[in-house]
């Protein structure tokens, strides 16, 4: 199963590594992840996507509580909770129509057009992966030139919050 | 001394001082050079000069085995890095307290390929507890802090510092820190009253009880509890071979060890128990044999102090989280205050059917060899030394006749590389433990494979004047690579004999030793209590022993612990 993890740790050279490190070494697969620093600069906030059965995923979650940098964590699967994902595409747009038809396809994602050349659109769009994924997929394969996704952010509904 | 600026090497001096550091063992170099100034200027603590970077550690850890204490080396940048990680490494699978101190190049060179620069928090990233980089000296002291407390407290393990030169040139106010907290590491547990009530149920239910006790027991010192909560239930208890001595192995309640290699007592008890009580142990797969075999009909209590370890590799129904003695006494006080027994009718019958697997006494063996039997060896170090010596072994074949035939009756005394199986960890690990107990007997039983590869501390065994007593059982062979080939690989005997062997009586002699070699059975008494009576000098004692024989009973791989295999003596007889 899917798992979405919330990790709270220390803003240090190599903490990154540590995690990644983590599951590399122990054989875990890592699907998505994404780290920055939160308000308090010492601390960073990472989500990971990963996959796997549930014994598995209870000896990852252990085993990143294990590491020293790791300050919390939560297994945002476990309750209700949002995700969101930023995705950059860049689309050959050489004839009018094609032009009309992105535009209209970015309006109905709720997209937005944020760079426009001669041949080409920048469309960011921001949702779940699912639907990032089914804008992907209503575009012509030869139209798309790159395709930047962030990962995966989460965090859990209502006033749960994960804090140092 | 408080607010008096000093060399950053001389505040790392006063750091390992201020956390009682008596020796460390180490190797000088280029970016350590600071530090080893500052170690000369004083005389807090006393450097032991290795001949390899790997048995400084070695021998770190061999201190902190033997003394619980945390273990201290020093190494320079590099090849001194690179060098500390086989050591590290076997420390880290033996959650056993280190701190290594490893030189770097000049901040500034950091990332340039500089001359002798590695990235040695990248390197030894896996296999340590945590490490760090220092960059300004001004963190110094309390990253040493933040080092010892890491490495010491939880599940213990290694931790590197790692320490570029310019911190070490540089000043600052000297401050050692009392206490140190760090939000995202709080070893403390609160036991759970609620599982230990399951516990108490299940343990007073069980008909086939049996108490499996792994190294964290002497780890986390709780041997006393373990002791008193084995003898107040009358139950059968059986000993990784990293739990060795936690419990007295001449007590009649003590099954011996379990696993690949341990009696048929302790695999059929396991194999027949009901409840299975694991104390400080993980579950090894070398205890386990086949998983879907292991333990097929008990109910599992796990109490450790790891929870990753809990339900890791089998699924535990009550898990006891918090340290061995903390956990153990609350069993101990909720039995007591429960005013019930374990039913002793039932456990009269269990006891019956366990005697009658010991009785087909496994560790049997020929005696009327006219070679030197490995096990007799054992037996006879065992009784020469009346079982008080502190014992390091290598990996292989003789260090499964040790940990069968050497009955640890006290903690800390069995010094073994049980996770990570590291050969050349023996004699670097019985001179961490003779620093440690400069008069007590400290024996290295090896083999002339595992010998060798740390055969160069012979010489500062010499300078420190260790009397160590090597015991080496010399087959030949690599006698556990061996055994498997001819078990297993059609006796193709592939690159498993150790040709050209050196002459072990002048090597030791050269290095200024004692060297003996013994080949007859009947000698091999008298050889002992001559060796033992040297007291000031190092005994190579060379026993030439049966080429042939294998270490038994064994649950091969993929087996489980009901398909023993005994030795082909048993058959026949």
Redesign the interface.
């Known amino acids: 199963m899917r798992h979405t993890i919330s990790i709270l740790?220390?803003n240090e050279?190599?903490a990154l590594?540590?995690v990644a490190?983590l599951f590399s070494?122990r054989g875990y697969n890592i699907e998505s992840l994404t780290v920055a620093p939160t308000e308090d600069p010492s601390a960073s906030r990472m989500t990971l996507v990963t996959r796997g059965p549930d014994?598995v995923i209870?000896?990852i979650t252990?085993?990143l509580?294990?590491l020293?940098?790791?300050?919390k964590l939560n297994d945002l699967t476990e309750g209700a909770h949002i995700e969101r994902e930023l995705m950059l595409v860049k689309i050959q747009v050489s004839t009018a129509k094609e032009r009309e038809e992105i535009k209209h396809l970015v309006e109905i994602f709720r997209g937005k057009i944020i760079d426009v050349g001669d041949t080409n659109y920048t469309v960011e769009m921001t949702g779940t992966g699912d639907k990032l994924d089914a804008f992907i997929k209503s575009i012509e394969s030869a139209q798309i030139l790159e395709v930047v996704r962030s990962g995966v952010l989460g965090i859990a509904r209502g006033s749960k919050s994960l804090q140092? | 001394m408080a607010n008096k600026e000093m060399l950053g090497a001389d505040i790392l001096v006063n750091a390992l001082a201020a956390e009682n550091v008596e020796y460390l063992f180490g190797y000088p170099g280029g970016v350590v050079l600071h530090i080893y100034d500052a170690i000369f200027k004083q005389d807090k603590i006393e450097h032991i000069l290795v001949r390899h970077e790997q048995a400084a550690v070695h021998a770190a850890d061999g201190y902190a085995r033997s003394t619980g204490k945390p273990g201290v080396a020093l190494v320079t940048s590099g090849p001194g890095a690179t060098n500390t990680i086989t050591g590290i490494a076997t420390a880290y699978m033996d959650s056993i307290p280190m701190v290594i101190i490893t030189g770097q190049v000049h901040s500034t060179l950091i990332g340039n390929d500089a001359f002798q620069e590695v990235d040695a928090v990248g390197i030894s990233r896996p296999c340590v507890k945590h490490n760090f980089l220092v960059k300004d000296v001004k963190k110094l002291a309390s990253t040493i802090k933040k080092a010892f407390y890491i490495a010491t407290t939880g599940r213990p393990g290694p931790v590197l510092i790692d320490v570029p030169k310019d911190v070490t040139t540089e000043m600052a106010v000297f401050e050692y820190p009392e206490t140190i907290e760090m939000r995202s590491y709080n070893p403390v547990v609160t036991v759970n009253s609620e599982q230990i009530r399951q516990a108490i149920e299940l343990i007073l239910s069980a008909k086939r009880p049996v108490i499996y006790s792994g190294g964290g027991v002497i780890l986390g010192n709780g041997v006393k509890e373990l002791i008193e909560f084995t003898r107040l239930l009358s139950f059968p208890i059986t000993q990784t071979m990293m739990g060795l001595g936690a419990y007295p192995a001449t007590d009649s309640q003590s099954l011996g060890m379990l696993g690949m290699h341990g009696t048929y007592e302790a695999n059929m008890a396991m194999h027949g128990c009901d409840v299975l009580i694991a104390i400080g142990a993980r579950f090894d797969d070398r205890v386990t044999g086949e998983l879907e075999k292991f333990c097929p009909q008990a109910k599992v209590i796990h109490l450790d102090i790891d929870p990753a370890s809990i339900s890791k590799n089998v699924k535990v129904d009550i898990p006891l989280l918090g340290t061995v003695p903390e956990v153990l006494q609350e069993l101990i006080n909720g039995l007591n205050a429960s005013g019930r027994q374990a039913s002793s009718k039932d456990l009269t019958e269990w006891w019956g059917q366990i005697d009658t697997w010991r009785s087909t006494d496994c560790l049997r063996y020929n005696r009327k060899s006219d070679l030197i039997k490995p096990q007799y060896v054992i037996e006879k170090l065992y009784e020469v030394t009346k079982g008080e010596a502190f014992i390091a072994s290598d990996v292989g074949q003789h260090q499964m006749f040790a940990a069968q035939f050497y009955k640890f009756d006290k903690p800390r005394r069995w010094l073994s590389s049980g996770g990570l199986g590291t050969m050349g960890f023996g004699l670097p690990a019985a001179m961490g433990a003779q620093f440690a107990h400069p008069n007590e007997s400290v024996v290295c039983i090896t083999g002339e494979a595992s010998i060798q590869m740390c055969i160069q501390e012979l010489s500062t065994c010499k300078q420190f004047d260790l009397p160590i007593k090597i015991i080496m059982l010399n087959n030949g062979f690599l006698g556990m690579v061996r055994q498997w080939q001819e078990m297993f690989y059609g006796k193709r005997y592939s690159q498993s004999y150790v040709k050209a062997l050196p002459d072990f009586v002048k090597l030791a002699e050269s290095y200024g030793h004692v060297g003996m070699r013994i080949e007859k059975p009947s000698d091999v008494v008298g050889a002992l209590k001559e060796g033992f009576a040297i007291k000031d000098r190092l005994v190579f004692m060379d026993f030439v022993i049966d080429p042939t024989e294998n270490v038994y009973p064994m649950v091969a791989a993929g087996k489980g612990h009901n398909e023993m295999v005994l030795s082909p003596e048993m058959e026949s007889a």
């Open positions: 740790l220390e050279a190599g590594s540590r490190g070494a014994e209870e000896q252990k085993q509580n294990k020293v940098d790791v300050i140092v």
